[in-house]
């Protein structure tokens, strides 16, 4: 089992920045990819990016460009560094990992972007 917690979400202003933690814990020792999904209202989950624990990384188009994600696997910590959101970046941003074959979620953390 891994246990995903989140944090690092909140209200930011159009053009602001936010950076999002996930820390793992538990059977660390199996996770290969970290990454993070998001769900904004009305709308379908969306993959946002994941790096692998060799550290290749992949972005969704929407976010290419603003978004950053960074592992630290001496702490097993994966980051998303933020940069210039706008309100459709608005959404419940959601840590996952995957360990073999299995995937397993954090609780999710409220990003919000609005003047």
């Known amino acids: 089992q891994v246990q995903l917690v989140e944090s690092g979400g909140g209200l930011v202003q159009p053009g602001g920045s936010l950076r999002l933690a996930c820390a793992a814990s538990?059977?660390?020792?199996?996770?290969?990819?970290m990454g993070w999904y998001r769900r904004a209202p009305g709308k379908q989950r969306e993959m946002v990016a994941f790096?692998?624990?060799?550290?290749?990384?992949n972005y969704s188009e929407s976010v290419k460009g603003r978004f950053t994600i960074s592992r630290d696997n001496g702490q097993n910590t994966v980051y998303l560094q933020m940069n210039s959101l706008v309100p459709e970046d608005t959404a419940v941003y959601y840590c996952?990992?995957?360990?073999?074959?299995?995937?397993?979620w954090g609780q999710g953390t409220q990003v919000t972007v609005s003047s």
């Open positions: 996952y990992s995957e360990a073999s074959v299995d995937r397993y």
């Open positions: 790096i692998t624990r060799t550290g290749i990384t």
């Open positions: 538990g059977s660390i020792f199996r996770i290969n990819t």
